[in-house]
């Protein structure tokens, strides 16, 4: 696919975390993958969207293999490069019929 070649050759290696239940029943379902993280500058930043938001793209591919619970959603984490970030949004994105890619509105770090 031509996502997963992409992230491959560019991308950087990033953690997608979900918490399961709380207190001291919590656990944590993580996957990891390959990501492109864009950061955006204050100037940058779209209307709306808070200081400190970056968008993340991510393959479907290595969500599958690991029988994640994916899709990502609201709440998820993201731990890349020493930073923890919360997943604000997620829009998936298809090839056909098949899931391609996911893109992340992530806040935080």
């Given at each position: 696919?031509?996502?997963?070649?992409?992230?491959?050759?560019?991308?950087?290696?990033?953690?997608?975390?979900?918490?399961?239940?709380?207190?001291?029943?919590?656990?944590?379902?993580?996957?990891?993958l390959?990501?492109?993280?864009?950061?955006?500058?204050p100037?940058?930043?779209?209307?709306?969207?808070?200081?400190?938001?970056?968008?993340?793209?991510?393959?479907?591919?290595e969500?599958?293999?690991?029988?994640?619970?994916?899709?990502?959603?609201?709440?998820?984490?993201?731990?890349?490069?020493?930073?923890t970030r919360?997943?604000?949004?997620?829009?998936t994105?298809?090839?056909?019929?098949?899931?391609?890619?996911?893109?992340?509105?992530?806040?935080?770090?």
């Amino acid at each position: 696919m031509t996502v997963d070649r992409s992230l491959a050759r560019s991308g950087q290696s990033a953690v997608l975390r979900r918490v399961i239940g709380t207190g001291e029943a919590q656990t944590f379902a993580d996957v990891t993958l390959r990501t492109f993280i864009r950061d955006f500058a204050p100037a940058d930043l779209p209307q709306g969207l808070p200081q400190g938001t970056s968008e993340v793209r991510i393959s479907n591919t290595e969500i599958s293999a690991a029988a994640w619970p994916g899709p990502p959603r609201t709440g998820d984490r993201l731990i890349a490069n020493g930073r923890t970030r919360v997943v604000e949004a997620c829009e998936t994105r298809r090839k056909g019929e098949a899931i391609a890619m996911h893109v992340l509105q992530v806040v935080g770090g």
